[in-house]
């Protein structure tokens, strides 16, 4: 599709970028590494710029995105930056009633239970955000050769936040939709394709270097659910922005048992939970992938010297997939030491030197 091969203006060297070289397979000085999560409650500088401020007012704010997600990467040996925002950022842009509770996360005030609710989730535009696009435009300028991630929410973990209300354990709502009424199931999905497509490409045409598509709670699904019910709609969104031309990620928490799905689905790079080795996860995602992970978060309230083992190990293992992305398994939790994590990257690029 022309009118999707968007080139963004890139800065020289971004695409000697160890981070983008191993999305893509190709050969790297060091392993990349990056955290998710890696800008947020665990830096004592995010909470006082975030003083006063709610969530979602920060995320409409350029110059808040761009310095919270400039932080991390002033303090940590990082070989990416992730863009400031939230998955729930263009639910609320399309004019859903929402809020980030502190402790809590996404409460959404009317739960989307019938086809009237399913039509609130309008086509997002350009226009809906334009702090996203002023925001990244800033970023990528301040960040040069350092790349700039951005995200969506995959359909499965946005639905299950609009149908339960709020954070779930079970998704008992979610799946009785999904079970009981698939028409309506469907074009949820379908619409929450086409918002996370357009959340993307907003943020692609302003600058951004890759991708992630988060889909956290996606675990919750058994195989043969993944295929029928999500696979034809998360394999939509990555062909979609193929045409982008940038590195696309997928990641999902407890998706052992998906990661073939996953794969199938069509990123580049395959995110691996803690749960599962990259050896084995590598003999489970189709060829022609790399992938990202795996550090347990727990282990960040370890002592270094076990950190350093099982980061050793991680990178020992990544070592069989075909491009390895160091991460951890999933987000720094906020009570995470900032020192630990910057000891951890600057061991990823030590240990990994080629
Ligand atoms: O550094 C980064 O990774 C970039 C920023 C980022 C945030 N949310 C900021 C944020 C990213 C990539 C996200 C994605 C996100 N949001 C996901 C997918 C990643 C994952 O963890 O699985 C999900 C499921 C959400 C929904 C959400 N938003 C949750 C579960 C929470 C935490 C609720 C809490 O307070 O415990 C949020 C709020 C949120 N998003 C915060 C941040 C920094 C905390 C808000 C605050 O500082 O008060």
Not at 263 to 290: I, N, Q, S, T
Request: include cysteine; charged fraction near 20%; proline fraction near 8%.
């Amino acid at each position: 599709m022309a009118e999707d091969a968007v080139v963004p203006t890139q800065a020289p060297g971004l695409a000697q970028s160890p981070f983008l070289r191993a999305c893509r397979r190709q050969d790297v000085p060091h392993t990349p590494v990056w955290f998710m999560r890696q800008a947020g409650r665990s830096l004592p500088e995010y909470l006082r710029v975030r003083e006063g401020i709610p969530m979602l007012e920060a995320c409409a704010r350029p110059d808040l995105i761009a310095e919270i997600t400039m932080q991390p990467v002033r303090r940590y040996a990082v070989d990416a930056a992730i863009f400031f925002s939230d998955i729930v950022v263009p639910l609320k842009a399309i004019g859903i009633d929402l809020d980030i509770k502190p402790g809590v996360g996404p409460v959404i005030a009317d739960p989307i239970r019938d086809a009237a609710g399913v039509k609130a989730v309008r086509e997002l535009t350009p226009d809906d955000v334009p702090y996203i696009t002023e925001a990244v435009g800033a970023l990528v300028g301040e960040l040069g050769g350092t790349p700039l991630i951005g995200f969506a929410g995959a359909p499965f973990t946005l639905a299950a936040y609009l149908i339960e209300g709020g954070p779930s354990k079970n998704h008992e709502h979610t799946k009785a939709l999904m079970y009981g009424h698939p028409e309506l199931w469907h074009e949820l999905m379908d619409r929450l394709a086409d918002l996370t497509v357009a959340f993307l490409k907003v943020q692609v045409a302003a600058g951004a270097s890759a991708v992630q598509v988060f889909d956290s709670w996606v675990g919750a699904v058994a195989p043969q659910d993944y295929r029928e019910s999500v696979l034809p709609h998360t394999s939509r969104i990555f062909e979609e922005v193929a045409g982008l031309g940038v590195p696309r990620i997928h990641f999902g928490v407890g998706t052992g048992e998906l990661l073939g799905l996953m794969g199938e689905a069509g990123a580049d790079v395959v995110g691996v939970d803690w749960r599962v080795p990259l050896d084995e996860a590598a003999r489970r995602v189709p060829p022609g992938k790399a992938l990202q992970g795996n550090l347990d978060p727990a282990l960040l309230f370890a002592p270094w010297d076990v950190v350093r083992r099982r980061a050793q190990d991680v990178l020992d293992r990544g070592r069989t997939a075909e491009g390895h992305v160091f991460n951890l398994g999933h987000g720094v939790p906020p009570s995470a030491d900032p020192d630990m994590l910057a000891r951890l990257a600057d061991f990823v690029h030590e240990a990994s030197a080629r």
